[in-house]
């Protein structure tokens, strides 16, 4: 159902009445669970959000609204053998991170929706979308791996997905 929504719209308004927020960079990132929730929130509240990251994404087993169809600054992962949140769920019934992926190029703006890059090597591969605005990147960041947003290339001591995570958000 839609409480965490009304949750987070409760909050947001308490946040904008009581704090002294700058509203236009609000910002939004889960693992797993929190990236579903993250996802869901990705389809309702784009006029709130400047931007979301979400670690291991499903959009199949988790409250959905109706999505407004409106631009948002968007940024997943997925590592290649998540068996929990699968980058591919179904084809068929476009479930799974590639298509919550999908879903935001085309809310950016692109039509013609291109092949989403998966990584085949132990290094992580980061695409950032082409022919989308400046203001509404999409990337998607791949990794030979399971259900984690906790992850380093070989002969690195440092977490990609933070560092990636926190240089996208710098951007606005």
Not at 31 to 37: D, I, R
């Amino acid at each position: 159902d839609d409480k965490d929504h009304v949750f987070f719209a409760d909050m947001l308004q308490l946040f904008k009445d009581k704090l002294s927020i700058d509203t236009s960079r609000i910002f939004c990132c889960g693992f797993s669970f929190g990236a579903m929730v993250t996802y869901s929130l990705s389809l309702s509240f784009q006029n709130d959000l400047r931007a979301v990251a979400c670690y291991s994404p499903a959009n199949w087993n988790i409250y959905l609204p109706e999505n407004k169809h409106l631009p948002l600054a968007f940024y997943s992962t997925t590592g290649t053998q998540d068996g929990l949140c699968k980058f591919v769920h179904s084809d068929e019934l476009k479930l799974g991170g590639k298509y919550c992926v999908l879903t935001h190029i085309e809310d950016n703006g692109l039509k013609q929706l291109p092949e989403v890059p998966v990584a085949t090597t132990p290094t992580h591969l980061t695409t950032e979308f082409k022919g989308l605005p400046e203001a509404y990147p999409v990337l998607f960041g791949s990794f030979v791996g399971g259900h984690t947003e906790n992850v380093k290339d070989p002969g690195t001591d440092f977490n990609w997905i933070a560092k990636e995570t926190w240089d996208f958000f710098m951007r606005f």
